[in-house]
Structures are given as C-alpha cells and as structure tokens.
C-alpha cells in the first residue's frame, strides 16, 4: 500500500495496567458493563456480531445479526434480552449469550432515518430513567468521513414509551453519551464536530436543551477523534481517542486531568466495570481510515481491561420497555437542530 506509513504498536506498559483481554476486531465500540452476568457486553460494528466477555471466567462468546450493529443494551428485568440497533432499526434481542447461538428478534421498536436510507445506527445509551439514546452516521467507511470533515446526514434519538423523537439532525458520527452526578446534565459527541457538548438535562421528561460545548479537541493538540465517553464517580468524563493511542479524562469544563496510554491507535470507546467499577474496558477498532497511517501489531483492535487507575465508575443503565412503549413516528423536540453550530454556546 504505498505512500502508507506503517505503525507497529506491541502491548507496552503503561502507568497503570492496561491488558488486552479480547483479539483483534474490526471496529470494537459500545461497552457495557452487566452486574447480574458480571459481564462486558460490546460489539463489533461493521462486522455485526454482539460479543460477551465473562471477567471471572475470561470467557469470550459472539453471535452474529443480520446487519451492522451500533449497540448494546440489556432490557431492564431480564437475563437474556438485548435492545440492539441493526443498520436504522432499534430492536430487542433474545441471545443465551453462547458462542454462535442465534440471537433471535423478540420485537422491532423503531426505524429512523427513513428519509435518508444511507445511514446507520452507531453507539446508543440508556439514561437514568431507562429511556434510551442513540444517533446515526453515514454508511460511508469512517476514514472518508473524517477526510470530509463536513456535516453529516445523521440524527440524534431519543426511544421511550411515547416513541422515537427526533432531537438533532445534520450529526456526522454520534458518539459519546453520559449524564452528569445531579442528574442535570447530558454529555453529547458528535466526532465530526471535534467538541463535546453538554445539554441541560431534565431526567423527569427526558427532555434536553441548551447546548453548549465544554471541549474542543482541536485545541488540545492531541491529533485525535473524539469518541466514546463514559463518567466516574467524582463527575469527571473519560474520552476515548480515536488516532490518538489513548484515553483522557476531562473535568466537567473540559479541563484535562490525566491520559492514559492505550497500545492501539483507534480507541474507540470506554466503559467502567468490574464487581466494584474500578476497571475501564476499552474497545478498539483495526480499520483503514485512508489517512496514510496503517496500524500493524498484536494489540490493534483490541478490547482492553484498565486496572489501577485510583477511580470508579458507576453503573451503567438499563433500557426499560414498558406495556406503554408505543413504537411511532418520528416526533419533535425543543432540542432541534435549526442553525445548531450557530446557536450552542461555545463557552467551552
């Protein structure tokens, strides 16, 4: 491949202690920790397959969907359900968590971006509430995207028991979802916009406002993406770096408090984890992202365990699907995009 600069990137040691604990996937995204199995829920997006990591027994298991798959999120009340987005479509999944068993589509809630059809469901959380949040991206390979640097066909959703509701439009790649301590406040990525935004977040309407952006990785000089986030105990976002071999935790006004050095150039996401939340997972993906960088070594697209890092996480939430869910149209918001660049404050 010429004009290519290869990157050999062995398991070097950190500060903390940072083991691959998964292979070599494509594009490793959306961890999820599951106290009841104990165990680390992800998948490998472009590939579709959903993956199930066992801490205590180190045991690995996958199946594969019908489509790519953004996310994963167990169904609150249940041991074997799963909301999933496959290609536009959020559905619940039933999978015994073996390796290969079928995972078999219990029920479709919703289809988004019906206007669009070349877009694709990527990362997705549930909040506080067990409402669940998630946006799209261009079906186009992620390195063209990023080349392009322009706004995108996306959108961002909420699902609940009144339906989907559209509360963005133009995302280029949805990415990083978290909500602050109080409770008041969601965290928001959209790669393509290199900041992080934070809404005013009402937990008892699901309703969201206000944007404002807290962090500008252009400004940082860490020659990254910003991805997936997740938050500790003490208020503070951790911030996957895609091209940036690493992970930082920012302050909640964006002010950065440490790096950690992750031995894989495309870390794409984070979640805390482990019987007492002391352990981030960090996924990573192994793709060509056409920017004359091609990353060789045993830890590319790794899913890696974080111990001694001095902080904990908290648990991640549920989807709930309640008797009430009403699957519908798309429906409105206050937190529409409009002149959305324009209009969120850019205090950060």
Same mark, same amino acid.
């Given at each position: ?52 990591? !066992? &801490? @205590? *027994? ?7 969907? /019908?489509?790519?798959? $953004?996310?994963?999120? #167990? ?32 029920? !479709? &809630? @919703? *289809? ?7 877009? /694709?469901?990527?990362? $997705?959380?549930?909040? #506080? ?35 989907? *509701? ?183």
């Amino acid at each position: 491949m010429n004009g290519n600069t290869f990157i050999d990137a062995p398991c070097f040691k950190t500060t903390v202690n940072v083991v691959p604990i998964v292979s070599s996937l494509e594009l490793g995204e959306a961890p999820h920790w599951d106290p009841w199995h104990q165990a680390l829920f992800f998948v490998n997006i472009l590939q579709g397959y959903i993956h199930k990591y !066992e &801490l @205590a *027994t180190k045991r690995h298991t996958k199946t594969k969907l /019908a489509g790519r798959v $953004g996310f994963i999120v #167990p169904v609150e009340g249940t041991r074997d359900q799963y909301v999933v987005g496959v290609e536009r479509t959020f559905v619940v999944v039933r999978w015994d968590g073996e390796e290969g068993s079928p995972a078999s589509v219990v029920r !479709e &809630l @919703a *289809t988004v971006d019906k206007d669009v059809m070349t877009t /694709a469901i990527n990362d $997705g959380k549930a909040d #506080p509430r067990g409402r669940l949040y998630a946006g799209t991206m261009s079906d186009k390979p992620i390195g063209t995207l990023l080349q392009q640097q322009a706004a995108g066909l996306g959108s961002f959703y909420r699902l609940d028991d009144n339906g989907i *509701t559209k509360l963005d439009d133009g995302i280029g790649i949805s990415n990083g979802l978290a909500w602050d301590l109080k409770k008041r406040a969601m965290y928001y990525t959209d790669s393509l916009e290199f900041k992080i935004r934070k809404y005013d977040y009402d937990v008892e309407t699901g309703e969201i406002s206000n944007p404002k952006y807290i962090f500008d990785i252009s400004n940082n000089s860490l020659g990254a993406v910003q991805d997936g986030t997740t938050i500790d105990s003490n208020g503070n976002l951790w911030v996957a770096l895609l091209k940036g071999y690493g992970v930082i935790q920012i302050d909640p006004n964006g002010k950065i408090l440490q790096r950690v050095d992750i031995p894989a150039r495309q870390v794409t996401s984070v979640a805390f984890g482990g019987p007492n939340y002391d352990i981030l997972f960090v996924t990573t993906g192994c793709m060509d992202l056409n920017d004359g960088v091609i990353q060789q070594g045993s830890c590319c697209g790794c899913t890696f365990m974080v111990t001694g890092l001095g902080v904990k996480g908290l648990p991640a939430d549920n989807f709930r699907l309640s008797d009430r869910f009403k699957p519908g149209p798309t429906k409105g918001s206050k937190a529409g995009r409009g002149d959305k660049k324009e209009k969120i404050n850019k205090d950060g």
